[in-house]
């Protein structure tokens, strides 16, 4: 069981952490600003700010939750405009196989727009999403 982050070995801790950033970054490539028309989404950089790893052990799983700040360059009719979005993926299912970590659900949702600062968004997911005592350093 993988009642720790640091049970997982490394190389499913990177497929964890992997398989997080890519439908992070996907959900930031696919936002639209623009009500009408095409626009170019560029992701300048997406950085992982704060980590949650959590133990259930009715189900023997665990869960990662990743807060994410992404900067974004939006162009629309010649015009462009920077953001700073901030996202957190969860991936869940997270106990050993056979086969090594298994089955991993990543789900992402939308914390914050570009007025809000990192601490800001840590402190809403701390709020209302995640389990503060449960925060850990992740090598980025």
């Known amino acids: ?3 720790t982050w640091d049970d997982l070995s490394k190389e499913d801790q990177k497929t964890v952490l992997d398989r997080a950033y890519d439908k992070v970054m996907k959900k930031a490539k696919d936002t639209t600003y623009q009500y009408f028309g095409k626009e170019t989404i560029t992701v300048n950089s ?14 023997g799983e665990g869960s990662l939750k990743l807060i994410y700040k992404a900067d974004i360059t939006s162009t629309y009719d010649g015009d462009t405009v920077n953001h700073v979005e ?4 969860t991936a869940s299912g997270l106990k050993p196989t056979k086969d090594g970590i298994g089955k991993i659900s990543v789900d992402v949702s939308y914390l914050y727009s570009q007025d809000d600062s990192e601490q ?5 997911a701390e709020d ?13």
């Not at 790893?53 to 009715?58: N, Q």
């Not at 901030?86 to 993926?89: D, R, V």
């Not at 800001?120 to 809403?124: K, L, N, P």
């Open 1 to 3: 069981m993988y009642r």
């Open 46 to 59: 997406l950085n992982q700010i704060a980590a949650y790893y959590t133990y259930a052990k009715g189900s």
């Open 86 to 89: 901030y996202y957190m993926a």
């Open 120 to 124: 800001e968004a840590i402190e809403d």
């Open 128 to 140: 209302y999403r995640v389990d503060v005592e449960d925060k850990i350093d992740i090598e980025k």
